[in-house]
């Protein structure tokens, strides 16, 4: 009997899933009805005027045209909204007072936080910490949702290997698994499930595709890279960000191998649509279209107009700049002679209708104040996220004689530099709505964290740049006085970022100076790096004890970089980039390939005459106050032909302090039939050990880890041994191999 009871529950349960699957099924089928029978209705009753209007993009700052809105020849706006309430007036305009009441959409550069400024995306790149990440961008989603955002212009997924071109700030650093893992987290915080909930911002990915290895650093330069590095380095986070859903492209400034990105049909139709499927639209870069001019592939706006749209880019981003208005100005008649087809033109532009109503702003067009009023996360929770990911983002780049972390009852600590008592450049470029006054300074994180005990001196010692007029001296004389020296140096916020290309990569002549003759005191020093780039240091780390990289962390920095200095958080971030010991070695980057003549001490071979061949600090490469041991890695096989292959390795904290680690895999294949490189990332996990404590950690490959694309660049996995590293950086590590059929 209770056979037979069970059976009859099994059934009923399956039976009430089928009916619910059926529900949900016809309740999506008919939510798509209504959805295409209103689109398809809005475009049969559009001019071609108010289509282009669709696709056309203007600066919302100082450039609100009413008459322009009324007429339909907007659609979307960039920046300058100047918050929820004004938005709204704006929006009014577009759905109570136009023909058609289709509803604009806001869009703005939210790169690392809205209100609340976390870690520039590079610091933040340094926490390997996906889910800290994908927090963090959630918050900057609401609180820019609460302001009348609904679009934001990321993540960057540029794969960067040059640190002279600034927007390397913006990025995850130059490895594409590491920068694909990041580009996935970023989008998930910014979507949410869907773009239609309330607390959640459409996402773009960009610059598609290889602005970031602009020549020379330098930016919006040619970028001339073969197809085997496009496919294999600098489109896989694109290709992530596609995969997990992101609504919306960037096309990029750059022309890629002699036909600019914004023109390119090899990579705007053949790569993006053909072959990913992908349904969102690409927008330009700021007046990209028009700057298909000066490219000098176009001799003027409708010639640049008809080669940006028939190549795929479906939205002109604020093509009104230098030019003129790019779209608004050309596509009508482009469209009247047909040279671009009206089934074209309703392709685009179905897809920004779509867009908009799966944001829902054709039944909710208003930023609701309230909502945001009673839904928004709290301070304390904002602040602890700030400061987690803040702390998880500092690299530990040198400890000597372990003088960190410091006592909170040093005694008397020197705190000196131009960029110790700023709040203004903590918060890095690209910091939206972020505000100075709602930054912790360093000075005011050590007054926090300091006992009675001790006492804190400050002065600055010098600005940044300028050499004079500047109290070096004084510095020094406090240096004498104290216990131990806190130097705070490094570069001001817009020394990097867009526009923001460098050739000299040291630290300013005036600060070097400065560092140079406090050290002269022979006290302990901390020299605490803020930067949005890597630095060419090699002088600070053959000369001073402890060298803290603190990029620029928003907020919350002041407190994050004081745990670390006195021990209450155990350092743990790793390079997303290397760090080169000067220019002259750039490009310089881990997943290098081979050379015939590796380097050795023979002359000819692969090196220089002046500089060590090596970076000076390597990707993934970061101290910690405890040490690592690693021991026993294991392979569950010495053969893989299907399923996967399962890797092991004993990861023991031998030091006195409890800590995280971030574990990485690398995986070499040794004999192909095209070049590899010498190490490629794979997997890499974030652990938290114990003092004292053995954890044994797991990974899983499968085959298409070890793929490769062959000589007509079609992806197969070949036969042969494949060296598997684990460690702790790039050039650190325990090797066994295995052989994949």
Not at 31 to 46: A, F, G, H, P, R
Not at 92 to 110: C, Q, Y
């Amino acid at each position: 009997m209770k056979t037979l009871i069970y059976y009859i529950l099994i059934i009923s349960i399956i039976f009430l899933n089928e009916i619910h699957s059926q529900i949900d099924n016809k309740s999506f089928f008919h939510e798509s009805i209504e959805k295409n029978n209103i689109l398809d209705s809005l475009l049969s009753e559009m001019t071609t005027a108010e289509k282009v209007g669709q696709l056309t993009q203007i600066v919302g700052k100082d450039k609100v045209s009413k008459e322009l809105i009324k007429e339909g020849k907007i659609g979307s706006y960039l920046i300058g909204i100047d918050g929820a309430i004004k938005a709204n007036e704006i929006q009014k305009i577009a759905v109570e007072e136009t023909r058609l009441g289709i509803p604009l959409v806001f869009a703005n550069d939210v790169i690392h936080g809205y209100n609340t400024i976390f870690p520039i995306p590079l610091a933040e790149a340094s926490s390997w910490n996906p889910d800290l990440i994908e927090k963090a961008s959630s918050i900057a989603a609401i609180e820019a949702a609460a302001e009348g955002t609904h679009w934001t212009y990321a993540p960057m997924v540029d794969i960067a290997r040059d640190p002279r071109w600034g927007r390397i700030m913006e990025g995850s650093g130059e490895d594409p698994y590491l920068g694909s893992i990041l580009a996935k987290a970023r989008v998930r915080g910014f979507q949410g499930t869907s773009i239609g909930n309330k607390n959640n911002i459409a996402a773009c990915a960009k610059h598609f595709v290889g602005y970031g290895n602009a020549e020379a650093g330098k930016d919006y330069n040619t970028v001339d890279i073969s197809e085997r590095s496009l496919r294999e380095i600098f489109l896989p986070p694109f290709k992530s960000a596609v995969d997990i859903g992101v609504e919306t492209l960037m096309s990029g400034f750059n022309d890629l191998n002699g036909i600019p990105a914004s023109a390119n049909k090899f990579i705007l139709k053949k790569i993006l649509r053909n072959e990913w499927g992908f349904s969102g639209f690409v927008i330009s870069d700021y007046n990209s279209i028009g700057e298909i001019i000066p490219h000098g592939i176009a001799e003027d706006k409708k010639e640049a107009a008809k080669k940006g749209f028939l190549a795929g880019v479906d939205v002109d981003m604020v093509g009104d700049t230098i030019i003129g208005n790019i779209y608004m100005d050309n596509l009508s008649d482009l469209a009247s002679q047909g040279i671009i087809s009206e089934s074209l033109l309703d392709n685009s532009v179905r897809k920004v209708l779509d867009f908009k109503y799966r944001l829902g702003l054709f039944d909710n067009p208003y930023v609701d104040i309230k909502y945001y009023e009673n839904n928004m996360p709290s301070k304390v929770y904002i602040d602890k996220i700030a400061r987690k990911l803040a702390q998880e983002s500092i690299v530990l780049l040198k400890n000597e004689n372990n003088i960190l972390p410091l006592s909170k009852d040093v005694g008397k600590i020197a705190l000196i530099g131009p960029l110790a008592d700023n709040k203004d450049d903590l918060l890095g470029n690209w910091a939206c709505d972020g505000r100075a006054e709602n930054v912790v300074s360093i000075l005011e994180g050590i007054k926090n964290k300091i006992s009675g005990k001790s006492e804190l001196v400050y002065t600055k010692g010098c600005e940044v740049l300028e050499k004079s007029p500047n109290n070096i001296r004084d510095a020094v004389e406090l240096s004498k006085s104290s216990d131990a020296v806190i130097l705070v140096v490094g570069e001001a916020k817009w020394e990097s970022g867009e526009a923001a290309s460098k050739t000299n990569l040291n630290i300013s002549e005036i600060q070097m100076e400065l560092i140079k003759e406090v050290s002269k005191t022979n006290k302990p020093i901390i020299l605490v790096l803020l930067n949005g780039r890597p630095l060419t240091i090699p002088w600070i780390d053959k000369n001073i004890e402890a060298v803290i990289e603190a990029w620029y962390l928003g907020d919350q920095s002041g407190n994050a970089i004081a745990d670390v200095i006195f021990g209450d958080y155990n350092p743990s971030g790793k390079l997303p980039v290397t760090f080169p010991r000067s220019v002259g070695q750039i490009p310089i980057y881990y997943n290098s390939k081979n050379t015939g003549r590796p380097p050795t001490e023979y002359k000819y071979t692969s090196k220089y005459l002046d500089e060590e061949v090596t970076p000076l600090y390597p990707f993934g490469y970061g101290l910690s106050y405890t040490e690592f041991e690693y021991s026993n890695l294991q392979l569950n096989i010495d053969t893989l032909s299907d399923g996967n292959l399962e890797v092991t390795i004993d990861i023991q904290n031998t030091g006195s302090y409890d800590g995280d680690e971030i574990i990485q895999l690398y995986i070499r294949d040794i004999v192909a039939s095209v070049t590899r490189p010498i190490k490629e990332l794979k997997r890499f996990r974030k652990i938290r050990c114990l003092a004292g404590e053995k954890v044994n950690v797991k990974f899983q490959l499968n085959r298409n880890d070890f793929s490769l694309l062959d000589v007509e660049l079609n992806k197969i996995v070949e036969p042969g041994n494949f060296d598997i590293m684990v460690g702790k950086n790039s050039v650190e590590y325990l090797t066994k191999t295995v052989f994949v059929k």
